[in-house]
């Protein structure tokens, strides 16, 4: 089965096109990481607009790499949400306009699960397992019963990890993307050198206000010529890691389970990958997607369409949404 994906759900745009949910033909990637630097952030309607200036030529692309014609896709599939709105509407419009035209189902697929559906793709894994999901936007972990039952076991109660990163980066006058710039200073830094806290919540919690705050107090002890950014980096990725690792590995106890996988874009930090990766000596079976999936792609996204399609009468009349 062929599966056209598209994937417009904040500043990048994509198109896929994979076969079976896992192997993947063509995946085209237009990222607008340049135009929104200056800004320090994603702006929505600059967006949106990049949006539909790529939308048309990532298309195209996408069957002439995987050397298929639109009449031999089986399904069109394209994030519904959560996202922004605006840049939602791009690829959704695209991709139900596809169908249409030529008369072949559309499959509309929510945004989280395709990140944890990543793990699909060029892989052997298969339910149940559980997910640690880590992106800029959200932190869950997820029970994968089966290809179409996931279940939310923990979420965190203020800042996602991706966000807590930009934020700390930002602290430390690092510039936008400032999660992938903490990653490499951190590797050049003493995980040792403060003692950053984790925070006391409950078991299906995560909790990153408390770190953050830690974090500001010993910026503010620095000058910024003499703050050592490095060591900072190290630290605070160091207590990232350990709280996500020891509250996956939680639920990996309480549900019995010792297949654990990562998703999101927060699931190319190295320190985590590492985390994961020492895992296997312990008995856990470890999975990940290659970092090209970790970041948002429309392969995701058709590899949902293809285990676990958002389930509706009449998916044409799907609408995008903002938030889960």
Do not use: W
């Given at each position: 089965?062929?599966?056209?994906?598209?994937?417009?759900?904040?500043d990048?745009?994509s198109a896929?096109i994979?076969?079976?949910?896992?192997?993947?033909l063509?995946?085209i990637?237009?990222t607008?990481i340049d135009?929104h630097k200056?800004?320090?952030?994603v702006v929505?309607e600059v967006?949106?607009?990049?949006h539909?200036?790529?939308i048309n030529?990532?298309?195209k692309?996408?069957f002439?790499?995987a050397?298929?014609?639109?009449?031999?896709i089986?399904a069109?599939?394209?994030t519904?949400?959560?996202?922004l709105?605006g840049c939602?509407?791009v690829?959704l419009?695209?991709s139900?306009?596809?169908?249409?035209?030529?008369?072949?189902p559309f499959i509309?697929?929510?945004?989280l699960?395709?990140h944890v559906?990543?793990?699909?793709?060029?892989?052997d894994?298969v339910?149940?397992?559980?997910?640690?999901l880590?992106s800029?936007g959200?932190?869950?972990?997820?029970?994968?019963?089966?290809?179409g039952?996931?279940q939310i076991l923990?979420q965190?109660?203020d800042?996602?990890?991706?966000?807590?990163?930009?934020k700390?980066?930002?602290?430390c006058?690092?510039?936008?993307?400032?999660?992938?710039?903490?990653?490499?200073?951190?590797?050049?830094?003493a995980?040792d050198?403060?003692?950053?806290?984790e925070?006391?919540?409950?078991?299906?919690?995560?909790s990153?206000?408390?770190?953050k705050?830690a974090v500001?107090?010993?910026?503010?002890?620095?000058?910024?010529?003499?703050l050592?950014k490095?060591?900072?980096?190290?630290s605070?990725?160091?207590?990232?890691?350990k709280?996500?690792i020891?509250k996956?590995?939680?639920f990996?106890k309480?549900?019995?389970?010792?297949?654990l996988?990562?998703a999101?874009?927060v699931a190319?930090n190295?320190r985590?990958?590492?985390r994961?990766?020492e895992?296997k000596?312990?008995?856990?079976?470890?999975?990940?997607p290659?970092l090209?999936?970790?970041?948002?792609?429309?392969?995701?996204v058709?590899s949902?369409a293809y285990f676990?399609?958002i389930?509706?009468d009449?998916?044409l009349?799907?609408?995008a949404?903002?938030?889960d």
């Amino acid at each position: 089965m062929l599966i056209l994906g598209i994937e417009s759900s904040c500043d990048e745009t994509s198109a896929a096109i994979v076969k079976d949910g896992r192997e993947v033909l063509s995946n085209i990637v237009s990222t607008q990481i340049d135009i929104h630097k200056k800004f320090g952030g994603v702006v929505p309607e600059v967006a949106a607009r990049e949006h539909l200036n790529s939308i048309n030529l990532v298309v195209k692309e996408a069957f002439e790499k995987a050397n298929v014609k639109p009449d031999m896709i089986d399904a069109f599939a394209s994030t519904v949400g959560p996202g922004l709105l605006g840049c939602l509407l791009v690829g959704l419009n695209v991709s139900k306009t596809l169908s249409i035209i030529y008369n072949k189902p559309f499959i509309g697929v929510n945004h989280l699960n395709a990140h944890v559906d990543a793990n699909f793709i060029d892989s052997d894994l298969v339910p149940p397992f559980i997910c640690l999901l880590v992106s800029g936007g959200h932190s869950q972990i997820i029970y994968v019963k089966d290809y179409g039952s996931q279940q939310i076991l923990a979420q965190t109660l203020d800042d996602a990890v991706g966000e807590v990163y930009d934020k700390v980066a930002r602290l430390c006058n690092i510039p936008y993307p400032g999660g992938v710039m903490l990653d490499k200073m951190a590797r050049l830094g003493a995980r040792d050198a403060f003692c950053f806290p984790e925070a006391k919540v409950k078991e299906d919690e995560f909790s990153f206000s408390g770190l953050k705050t830690a974090v500001l107090r010993q910026v503010q002890k620095f000058n910024q010529d003499d703050l050592p950014k490095n060591d900072i980096a190290a630290s605070f990725q160091e207590t990232i890691s350990k709280t996500l690792i020891k509250k996956l590995l939680y639920f990996s106890k309480k549900l019995n389970c010792k297949t654990l996988a990562l998703a999101g874009g927060v699931a190319a930090n190295s320190r985590l990958r590492e985390r994961m990766e020492e895992l296997k000596n312990q008995g856990y079976k470890t999975y990940a997607p290659i970092l090209k999936y970790c970041t948002d792609n429309a392969a995701m996204v058709a590899s949902c369409a293809y285990f676990n399609p958002i389930k509706t009468d009449d998916p044409l009349l799907l609408e995008a949404f903002s938030r889960d």
